[in-house]
């Protein structure tokens, strides 16, 4: 049985990295398709729809975990199946998946004027991870550098993915 303090390790870390990759892919996406020439895409229009596309898919990670919970519980007749149950895991993914995915999205905020805006979002999106991996390690003791290092493959794989794809299409 998990203790009251990691009960919702997985919905932080699940939501957390999630948000980060999602949201750091859209501004790849974005600054591929900017290395290709498209002169329309300023950090505002990133930052407007880095914001709509956080919330978005935050609410649709919370609302599925909320499904997937109930669906689990009715399926084993158990009282996973309880709704506030159900919708404290849904709340846990959402708050983590907005909190951990706005982090590339903060020199957009701030640094509208950068040339290197994105090179600091790289390194908010690195600081997020890193605060996920430390998350983990606080709560399982368990080596420290491999959970930030599983982090920072998946969201360098999805990052790379979205560039290059905003690349091929802009």
Known sequence: ???????????????????????????????????????????????????????????????GNFLSIRAEGDLNNSSESKLTHSMKHGIATLISFIIFGFFPLIPYLFLKESSNIYLYSIFSTFVAFLILGITRYIFTGKNLAKSILENLIVGTISAAIGFLIGRMLG
Do not use: C, R, W
């Not at 997985?10 to 948000?19: A, K, L, P, S």
């Not at 950090?43 to 609410?59: E, R």
């Open 1 to 63: 049985m998990k203790n009251s303090s990691a009960h919702y390790l997985q919905e932080i870390i699940y939501g957390g990295n999630d948000g980060v990759v999602t949201t750091f892919a859209v501004i790849s996406s974005f600054a591929g398709a900017n290395q290709s020439g498209v002169e329309t895409i300023t950090p505002t229009l990133i930052l407007v729809l880095g914001i709509a596309s956080l919330f978005a898919d935050g609410a649709s990670m919370g609302l």
